[in-house]
């Protein structure tokens, strides 16, 4: 990998618009005073920076439930998948992805298989890192089928910043692991539920990856993991 590469990556489409509206507001405040021009350069190189799509590299192994999103694994817990989806009612063990405004933003498929309902609800904006932030906020949820037939959810949900939601997949689209699906502007966080009796392989205050970190394994009987902060 060049040097260049490290830290110039790709920006998704979605963001060209963002930048430039940054970079015109930058021009003005260069024109009525330098120092405020240099704090949109700043913000500019932020933005960029935000919307930034960099390539990776996702384990291939059937039965991985990989990290939708870039961001601390916030919350592991029972919960029931959102009520829109017509999935069971059941409790499954829901891992709660939340991403600062810092992490990258596209969001990926955790596993493989046939987007069979996609649902968006509009609600609240409370910080995405609290609980009561699943039930309340603005959220895009989906269900994604697998060839076994057992289904996982992801949810999108909008936080204290975010204010939109971009989906890019529709229903009935095949995904496979680690494919783009969407995204949230400016700080959020994604949920997956795992199909009954899969234990995670994370632990709270975990970093991930999208598209690369590994946050289950349907084929695995092994308990959940234990973990320590140092």
Not at 9 to 20: R, T
Not at 41 to 46: A, D, F, M, Q
Not at 140 to 155: F, K, P, T
Request: hydrophobic share 45%; net charge positive.
């Amino acid at each position: 990998m060049r040097m260049r590469d490290t830290f110039i990556k790709p920006m998704h489409p979605e963001g060209i618009k963002f930048v430039a509206i940054f970079a015109a507001i930058t021009v003005v405040l260069f024109l009525l005073f330098k120092p405020l021009g240099w704090i949109g350069v700043g913000l500019t190189i932020w933005c960029y920076y935000f919307f930034r799509d960099p390539k990776r590299t996702t384990p291939d192994r059937p039965g991985l439930v990989i990290s939708p999103a870039d961001g601390i694994v916030s919350l592991i817990e029972k919960a029931v998948p959102p009520a829109e989806l017509n999935m069971s009612d059941q409790a499954l063990t829901r891992v709660s992805v939340f991403m600062s405004v810092f992490n990258c933003h596209v969001n990926r498929a955790p596993i493989g298989g046939t987007i069979s309902q996609i649902a968006y609800r509009p609600g609240k904006f409370f910080n995405a890192s609290l609980d009561k932030a699943s039930a309340d906020n603005e959220r895009n949820s989906l269900c994604i089928d697998m060839e076994d037939g057992r289904q996982i959810a992801v949810v999108q949900i909008a936080g204290l910043v975010a204010r939109r939601i971009v989906c890019f997949s529709k229903i009935g689209d095949a995904i496979g692991a680690g494919e783009r699906f969407g995204l949230i502007r400016f700080g959020s966080r994604l949920d997956v539920y795992l199909p009954d009796g899969v234990v995670p392989m994370v632990n709270v205050g975990q970093t991930m990856i999208a598209g690369e970190s590994v946050l289950a394994d349907l084929t695995s009987s092994e308990p959940a993991r234990t973990g320590r902060t140092q």
